[in-house]
């Protein structure tokens, strides 16, 4: 099982960016999907997550300008990333809870300057 996460780069504020995460191997009926991110010297913290029937859960400080979907039949995760904000800078990863326990993918790096 493996998590790619792809589209993260560079972007001044107010850009916007979109993230997709597509999840290989024998899987089936994942549970839940989502994105975190983890700026330098702070923890990772949950940016937005989708339930398989498409609820879903974001945190405060991304609501608003960001929007999460998922694609069941494909199997990704997407994150569309809008008026960015320099402290959106991070890296961001996919997360995927299946069979009892959380995947990661290997993250990808969104940077925002002023």
């Known amino acids: 099982v493996q998590l790619q996460a792809s589209g993260g780069g560079w972007v001044q504020a107010g850009g916007s960016l979109r993230l997709s995460c597509a999840a290989s191997?024998?899987?089936?009926?994942?549970?839940?999907m989502g994105w975190y991110r983890q700026a330098p010297g702070k923890q990772r913290e949950l940016v937005a997550r989708i339930v398989g029937g498409g609820t879903t859960d974001y945190a405060n400080f991304v609501k608003g300008r960001f929007t999460i979907s998922r694609d069941n039949a494909k199997k990704m995760v997407y994150l569309q990333m809008n008026s960015l904000k320099p402290e959106d800078t991070a890296v961001y990863y996919c997360n995927m809870f299946w069979w009892g326990r959380d995947w990661w993918g290997q993250g990808t790096l969104v940077t925002v300057s002023s």
């Open positions: 191997g024998k899987i089936s009926s994942i549970n839940r």
